[in-house]
Structure formats: C-alpha cells, structure tokens
C-alpha cells in the first residue's frame, strides 16, 4: 500500500439522499474533476482539480464573459445543465486549488500505464478525465481512493450534465468507451491499485451498497464507520 497520505479521485455522480460531504471531506487530499467543485453536497474541501483543454482555455487561462460561455455549453452542447453551469462560473476561482491538472487523456498515454501494470484490459477509446487522473496518481505511488465512478454498467447520472442510459442505448458518448473503462476500474480495485469501494454506495439515506463481484476494502469500511452521514 502507498505510504503517502490518502488521496481521494471525485467523480461527478451526484448523491442527493445520502449525505457524502463529511465522506469527502475525511480526506485532506483530493482531485475534482471538470465542474465538479463543492456545490453544498460533495465537500468543501479544495485541494487539486484536473480540467480539460477546452476548460483550460475558458474558464483557467482566462475567463470568457458569461454569453460566450453560454453559447459553447448550451446552444452547442445542450447537454449542460444551465444552472449548475452558472453556478461554476460564478463560483469556479482556479486560485483556490493547490494544483491544477491540465490532462490531455491521450489514449496511447493511459495505455501504456495499463500495459506497464499488467493490465489485461485497455481503453477501447479515449478514456475520461478521471481515469486518466487515478493512472497519474498511480504513476505517482498512491493508491488512490475513489468516489463517484461507476462500476457497473448503468445510467449515468451527472452534477452538470443531463442524466442519460448507457453507451449501448445512447450514441452521446462517441469518444468514450464506458464499458472498457468499467473493467479496467474493476480490475484496479481487485489488484489493490485503487479502492473504489465508494463507488457501491447507493444514493439511498440508509447505508447500502450495489451488488457487485468487486471486493471490499476494510480501510475504506473503517472510514465509512468513522464518517456520520446525516
């Protein structure tokens, strides 16, 4: 296991009956992903955040007026959820994070990570911002703790982006290969590289999880324990 303290990798699954805030904030170290910065029910805590180019160029190198905004993330893309895109740009300061991934998640890259820890799976395409940041984790010495990654297949839910099925009854995801990265997540938790025992939390107000094959980590268990969900 790492030695380095515990870093949790914050994905954009949103819990609206489970309380996870005192969950997420049990780690002094974590990575947020794209517009997933505190909004009252995933933490407060600000420690690193990893955003894609076209983030970079808008809203970290400088920040674009509100319309432009708009136009790019709702009238190209009306996947964007309008309020909570307003609720980054108001609230989105790239000083209040200690580092600012900037993760270009070439497909060869994160492979070859893959290849270099004996994975038996690979990213059929372009793998997502928060695998491409667990493997640079990895690469660094920690085994990263996750939370908000899906490890099952099933409808993807989002803090900033509309709600829609999988890969197989949707064609959205056309850059993206959900089912590879599934079984690579699995693996990774299997093999102890990470612990995504989080990612089975029901968004249910008693603590439950999913049915998954995937082992449990007693750590993770132990925080769980120690973490009062109200």
Not at 25 to 43: A, L, T
């Amino acid at each position: 296991m790492s030695k380095k303290n515990p870093v949790l990798v914050v994905g954009n699954k949103p819990f609206l009956n489970l309380s996870v805030s005192a969950l997420i904030d049990s780690f002094d170290k974590n990575v947020r992903c794209n517009m997933g910065i505190p909004n009252g029910k995933n933490g407060t805590k600000k420690d690193e955040i990893a955003v894609c180019s076209h983030m970079q160029d808008h809203f970290v190198k400088q920040k674009l007026p509100w319309d432009h905004i708009k136009k790019i993330y709702i009238e190209d893309d009306p996947s964007f959820k309008e309020y909570h895109l307003r609720f980054f740009y108001n609230n989105f300061e790239p000083s209040d994070y200690n580092f600012i991934w900037n993760i270009r998640p070439v497909i060869d890259k994160y492979n070859d990570i893959l290849n270099s820890i004996d994975c038996p799976y690979k990213f059929e395409k372009q793998p997502r911002l928060g695998y491409a940041v667990l493997l640079e984790k990895i690469t660094q010495g920690y085994r990263p703790f996750v939370f908000g990654f899906s490890l099952i297949d099933e409808k993807r839910f989002s803090y900033y982006t509309n709600d829609y099925a999988t890969n197989r009854d949707f064609n959205r995801e056309t850059c993206h290969d959900r089912i590879s990265e599934i079984k690579i997540l699995n693996w990774l938790h299997e093999q102890n590289a990470v612990d995504a025992t989080f990612c089975l939390l029901e968004d249910k107000q008693d603590l439950s999880f999913i049915n998954s094959n995937s082992k449990r980590h007693q750590q993770s268990l132990d925080i769980l324990e120690s973490v009062c969900f109200k």
